[in-house]
């Protein structure tokens, strides 16, 4: 566990790791300049048409007729995401429970006088550190050197079958790859920006605040603005949070798919579902993911939704579809008992 956490910031955690990836160890990880793409076979996907202005939700647009412009019942948006015949145990209400009860929205809002590029890098690295916990269970090896996640069982990084995630090589290609060594990039790729002191400096002097307009007026600042910048992050910083995000997302998405059985197994899917639904209230509420990022998940979004996990007026609630969520939760037999 040490190796994976020592590539968190200082400026979080008060030192650098002796073992930060290099350039060489980096650079299938590093060398794309764009995220890696997302492969979803045509013959499963339906076409996506403009949302109406009053109906902003991905998941209410997905078979909108296009003549009459009718939204579909939540029987067919549930049919449209073509989910398998037996539907994933996270799905059902009753395994959709978190260990503790409470707005997570909470832990997501910026404080009013907290600079905002110091709380997305805060949430990058916060989160990052949640979520490796979960790649280990599955990723390292056991004393038989065998894993959880390997090439027979996973033989490409998928969440389902309508959702694959390639990477791109150093000739900027997307490629398939087994999940077992996605995971690895992945984790080298964010544990070296994460470590990275141009794009997450760590010198405590750096640290900005925002103005409290409370109390005072902000001063304006001059030249060109970047979320940041006043803290010493560089221009790309967002941008760079927001890639992170989306492999996080990948890898959770993933996680869910292909082995949230093994995590049911350890009793460890509410822990797991606690720092998801808190990881995409974040990325809701911050802009770090779109709302075509979220669609391999979109399914269990609608879900909490309807259990009010997300809180109305929640970013998170407003990607869902209330609809599909409750009728989740019929077909589940009802809300869950505690």
């Known amino acids: 566990m040490s190796n994976l956490f020592s590539g968190i910031n200082a400026r979080f955690r008060g030192q650098r790791s002796p073992n930060s990836p290099g350039p060489e160890q980096q650079q299938h990880a590093q060398s794309p300049v764009l995220p890696p793409e997302i492969q979803t076979p045509t013959s499963t996907t339906s076409v996506k048409l403009p949302p109406l202005p009053t109906s902003p939700s991905l998941a209410e647009t997905i078979g909108m007729d296009q003549s009459s412009g009718m939204i579909p019942t939540a029987e067919e948006v549930l049919t449209s995401y073509h989910l398998p015949p037996t539907k994933p145990l996270w799905l059902n209400c009753n395994y959709a429970k978190h260990i503790v009860k409470g707005n997570f929205l909470t832990l997501s809002a910026k404080p009013k006088t907290v600079e905002m590029g110091e709380w997305v890098a805060h949430q990058v690295v916060d989160h990052w550190r949640m979520l490796v916990t979960f790649i280990r269970l599955v990723h390292d090896k056991e004393e038989d050197g065998t894993s959880i996640c390997n090439s027979r069982r996973c033989p490409k990084m998928s969440a389902g079958a309508n959702h694959s995630f390639t990477w791109l090589n150093s000739r900027l290609q997307p490629v398939e790859i087994p999940a077992y060594e996605y995971l690895t990039l992945v984790q080298r790729y964010i544990s070296g920006k994460i470590d990275d002191n141009n794009i997450f400096p760590c010198d405590p ?17 001059s030249g060109q603005e970047w979320i940041g910048k006043r803290s010493g992050f560089p221009q790309n910083f967002m941008e760079t949070c927001q890639t992170i995000f989306r492999q996080m997302f990948r890898v959770y998405a993933h996680l869910y798919w292909s082995h949230f059985d093994d995590l049911f197994a350890l009793n460890l899917e509410k822990s797991m579902n606690s ?35 997300f809180p109305q007026g929640s970013k998170a609630f407003e990607v869902a579809n209330l609809a599909v969520g409750q009728l989740l939760v019929q077909k589940a037999g009802g809300p869950p008992q505690n």
């Open 205 to 221: 002097s750096g640290v900005s605040y925002a103005d409290n307009p409370a109390f005072c007026t902000p001063v304006p600042e």
């Open 275 to 309: 720092c998801f639904s808190h990881f995409i209230l974040t990325a809701t509420t911050l802009n770090l993911l779109k709302k075509a990022d979220l669609e391999p998940m979109q399914p269990l979004i609608d879900l909490w939704a309807a259990l009010g996990t």
